[in-house]
């Protein structure tokens, strides 16, 4: 007889291993197209479920405040090797527990309360850690968020006369619905000339990044920051990454560039965390090993593939979407020409297996919570092998579903088809 603890899930606790086994067959059995989500390899989640989740380790590498912390240091030096490697950068931090609380470090470095940032709108694709007035950003510092030009562009002009008129001390850029490729030189030479600190959140596009399918905003941003489980398919986790290398250790904590990796590993410890969270830290390294293969660059580029495939299917079925296309992993569809809003449509497709959400279009008259819009990617159905000839077939039952709304046969015909799709492209057997 096994012991309490070498029971296998299903026989401690069947309620949660069964529920666990109904979202797997979700997972497989529907279409994911949420941009920020992807599906990662079972060498990623066995460092996830791994022992590493027992120890405490408060401190870095060499610099611990408990010991035992031999095979961690270990870990957690090569998370941060491949890191750097990948990313072409001095110093990373893998503590982060999330993207939120990598963006939250960023400003807790380079600001002092009650400061100004500015970021992209939070309804103009920017995220709601960039200066939203219900998050920290908005609440603790001053913020001045900048817009998209009409049609949902970055205007680079415009965020320069903002940037002069606001003086903020950080610039955010990146975003989270946003589907065109971001200029983080001229971003950069704006932030340089406001004397401003740029923020370069890059948790949608790392994947992007790390393949060669999006530039690099190394070189032109003092920070970036980044989730580490969306395009670039690792744990639930963030990095922050930059460049420096303090002269004088006794004025390392003085906010300059020279400063920024100390000024970065403070404010994530003891500035806002305990202790990190070991089995997420091995998780990101094997992502980090895998995502440094050219393997991994072919995905990268099959991602934005798929994605203008699905973009050329969407227009062709009528759907208008925001800038009229895209450059990378995602697309903002605006629905007004199909008499459909964002929420209406998550809730369509989401019965017939197809899980997408619903999102702000720039200067959308409608609120946030029934918006103008949806939001789909591409990143997960291309790690289950999916290509262009599949994402046409999909631009046609988004369609179908959303056309034929009031007629059950009809979307139950896209229902099955999306069944026999996706029992082709199981990732998890
Ligand atoms: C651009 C951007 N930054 C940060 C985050 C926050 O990441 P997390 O949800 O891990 O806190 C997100 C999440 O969607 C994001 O899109």
Known sequence: MPE??????????PDIASL????????????????????????????????????YSEGYPGKRYYGGNVFI?????????????????????????????????????????????????????????????VNFSGKYYSSAPYVTSQDGWLDYDLIEEHAKKEQP?????????YSRVIDFKRLGEIAQAADAFLVADVAHIAGLIAGGAHPSPVGHADVVTTTTHKTLRGPRGAMILCNGNPSDPLKAAERSKENLPTLIDRAVFPGLQGGPHNHTTAGIAVALKEAATPEFADYAKQIVRN???????????????????????????DL???????KEAELLLDEVGITVNKNMIPFDPRKPYDPSGIRLGTPLLTTRGMKEGEMTAIAGFIAKTIEKRNDTAAKERVASDIKELCSQFIFYA
Request: include cysteine; aromatic fraction near 4%; charge should be negative.
């Open 4 to 13: 309490w603890h070498e029971l296998p899930l299903r026989e401690s606790d």
């Open 20 to 55: 666990i086994a109904k979202e797997k067959h979700r997972q497989m059995f529907g279409l994911e197209m949420i941009p920020s989500e992807n599906l990662v390899s079972l060498a990623v989640l066995e460092a996830m479920g791994s022992v590493l989740t027992n120890k």
């Open 73 to 133: 240091d270990e870990v957690e030096s090569i998370a941060r090797e491949r890191a750097k490697k990948l990313f072409r950068v001095s110093h990373a931090n893998v503590q982060p527990y999330s993207g939120s609380p990598a963006n939250q470090a960023a400003c807790f470095a380079l600001l002092d309360p009650g400061e100004k940032l500015t970021g992209m709108s939070i309804s103009h694709g920017g995220h709601l850690t960039h200066g939203v007035a």
């Open 169 to 177: 001390k950080l610039i955010f850029c990146g975003a989270t619905a």
């Open 307 to 333: 994605s203008k495939a699905l973009a050329e299917g969407l227009l062709e079925n009528g759907f208008e979407l925001v800038t009229g296309g895209t450059d990378n992993h995602l697309m903002v569809v």
């Open 336 to 342: 007004r020409s199909k008499n459909v809003a964002g």
